[in-house]
């Protein structure tokens, strides 16, 4: 299901009631390989972007503060 606020669309979100929903206790899980597996698929998603031609994020402009 997915929301539409006006400005931003917000992925579906899965609720402990649905099926296909998998529970996985604290004690199984490997935050190391949780946050490697993230960064492939940033990764990828950026090398992807790129060959498009669309922006990666990696432009960064800082503003000055005022005063």
């Given amino acids: 299901m997915k ?3 006006g ?3 917000l992925p579906a979100v899965k609720w402990i009631w649905d099926p296909s929903f998998h529970y996985t206790p604290s004690y199984a899980t490997d ?3 949780t946050f490697e597996r ?3 698929q940033i990764e990828s998603q950026n090398s992807v972007g790129a060959a498009f ?3 990666t994020g ?3 402009l800082r503003l000055s503060s005022p005063g």
Avoid: A, P, S, W
């Fill in 31 to 33: 935050l190391r390989k």
């Fill in 58 to 60: 990696k432009n960064v």
């Fill in 7 to 9: 400005i931003h669309v």
């Fill in 3 to 5: 929301h539409d606020f």
């Fill in 38 to 40: 993230i960064r492939r």
């Fill in 53 to 55: 031609g669309k922006t």
